[in-house]
């Protein structure tokens, strides 16, 4: 792009790009984008500076090759993570003029770090889980023996006050001579 730095207005922006400035505006509110304004005049009018061109010119070379709204919506989504991640790598390194290759191997690094201590602390929860659902069901076995006990003594109770009853009612059967 041959634009240096300068504020563009849109109308400027797309003749850069070669697209019709509503079209500009379209991809501005279908993608979500954040052009910075200025007062001019006491107007708040938008700017396009080098940086927002090229998400521009990104969004535009996306619908020449084909792809669709959603498709460009991901990439940009996706570009915006790696572009935070950029930024934190180089805040947490120090490091600002790296080579692509060595800056995916740093990212790769840091996910790693980032997966195994998630996974860690996943697995930690995992067994913290696992000890309380074992006290639980330790602790439901052995409610269930006793209930089981207490069943057990009742029917024991139950069946001692029915034989014993049955044991009157023949003893009264017997002594009154009923049959």
């Not at 996706?78 to 935070?84: D, Q």
């Not at 950029?86 to 770090?113: C, H, P, S, W």
């Amino acid at each position: 792009m041959t634009v240096e730095s300068k504020k563009l207005h849109r109308k400027e922006a797309a003749e850069v790009l070669d697209v019709h400035p509503n079209t500009i505006k379209t991809w501005e509110e279908k993608f979500n984008l954040t052009i910075p304004r200025f007062e001019h005049d006491k107007r708040n009018i938008r700017y396009y500076t080098d940086r927002e061109l090229k998400i521009l010119e990104y969004i535009k070379g996306c619908y020449e090759q084909g792809l669709n709204a959603k498709a460009i919506k991901d990439l940009l989504e996706e570009n915006k993570m790696i572009e935070k991640q950029k930024n934190e790598l180089i805040k947490e390194t120090g490091y600002q003029n790296v080579d692509l290759e060595t800056f995916l191997d740093m990212i790769a690094d840091r996910n790693q770090k980032i997966i195994a201590k998630s996974i860690n602390s996943l697995k930690s929860d995992f067994q913290k889980a696992q000890e309380k659902t074992q006290s639980q069901l330790d602790g439901i076995r052995k409610e269930n023996e006793e209930l089981k006990k207490l069943i057990q003594q009742s029917l024991d109770t139950g069946l001692s006050t029915l034989n014993q009853t049955y044991k009157l009612s023949c003893f009264f059967r017997n002594s009154t001579g009923v049959k």
